[in-house]
Structures are given as structure tokens and as C-alpha cells.
């Protein structure tokens, strides 16, 4: 069963600081990989998709990198701003025994960039 | 607006009532998800539609009802509500087949009394 972990799960910095954000999980054999952003009270935001051969994605200050053998993500944060406050969340398309395919989600990291 | 859109955003309910959580998008996408998020569950999967007609289980579907006839609304009922469906439930669009990323909605957030 794919697990997906994201350690740790909050992480408070001074705004400037580039940031590494972590994802990693278990099973090697996935579609692709998705990097969000939710807001306290709002709907997640899709940031990066990151497909399976690929390396990584960039989109300005965030870039995303994929390494399916060691089953890890890591979203990267440049300059950090107080705007970038949110819980970042990945998940990983998978197969399932049944056939079909589904996100399964990390539980999400809490980032509070201080100014 | 484009996008996608849920209503109502909070809805309060007694237990054993019907209640139906609406979900609509602009983008013609033709998959259709349903979530529910908790604290020390995270978001999991209740429905997902292939496209109209075509509605498939989550994980989670138990106590759960789903229709697609039109491309872009994709309802979700729950038949009689209980306390444990207390949630935050997103709905989510996407060219699923293309590869595509899913993009959800603000979602609505439920409370069964």
C-alpha cells in the first residue's frame, strides 16, 4: 500500500530563507507527482506536476524535484515571503489493485514564513 | 466564473437527514472527484466520475451517493447523515486521462448535529 510522509509536519522560518520542503514515499511505481497549497479555510492549489520521467519542474520561485528510485520529492522554496504561509501538501498518482488510479496524499507540512 | 465552484460552503444538519453538496466546473473536464478531509486522516477519496453516466468507488464511499448527468455538476449525497460524516469536503476536476493535474474547489465544510 502506497504510504505518503511528509516530515516534519510544520515549520516556522524568518521571512528570506530558501526552503527545502520534503515528500517521500513508499512504493516506487508512480504515475506522477503533485505539489499543493491550501490556505486555512480554502480548497487546495495546485503548484507543480511533476510526471513520472521526469526530474523536476519549476514555476518562479518554486521548483520541484522528483527521484522515484529513493522514492522522494522536494519542493524547493526561493526568498521566502509571508505570502507563502500555507500547508503544503503532496500526493502521488498511483494504480490500484483494482485498476484504477487515484491521488494518495501526504498529510501536509504547515509553513509560517515570519516576517 | 470559470472554475469550479461547490455550494453551499458550510451547511449544519441533524443526523438521519438528507443532504446533497453540490459541485460544478467550467473547464468541460471530463473526471470528477469527491474528498473529504480530517485531521489525522488527511484527504481521501469517496467518488470519482469517468465522465456523465460514469461514476466509480473511493475508499471512503459508505454512506454515500453520487450522480453525473450533465458533464459539469457532479452532486454528492449522503442518504442519512451521521456525526462521522463531519467534514471538509472538497470536489475536484481534471483531465485525468491526459495526465492532467486535478484542481479543486473552496470546499464545504459539513457538520452533522
Redesign the interface.
Known sequence: KQEVTQIPAALSVPEGENLVLNCSFTDSAI??L?W?RQDP??????LL?I?SSQREQTSGRLNASLDKSSGRSTLYIAASQPGDSATY?C?VRVITQGG????V????MKLTVNP | DAGITQSPRYKITETGRQVTLMCHQTWSHSYMFWYRQDLGH??R?IY?SAAADIT?K??VPDGYVVSRSKTENFPLTLESATRSQTSVY?C?SSE?DR?????????TRLTVT
Not at chain 1, 100 to 103: D, Q, R
Open positions: 504515475y506522477n503533485q499543493f479555510g480554502k480548497g487546495l492549489t495546485s506536476l510526471q501538501l500526493a484504477s488510479e487515484k491521488l496524499f501526504g498529510k501536509g | 488527511g484527504l477519496l470519482y466509480d473511493g475508499e472538497f475536484a485525468w495526465g492532467g493535474e486535478q484542481y479543486f474547489g473552496p470546499g
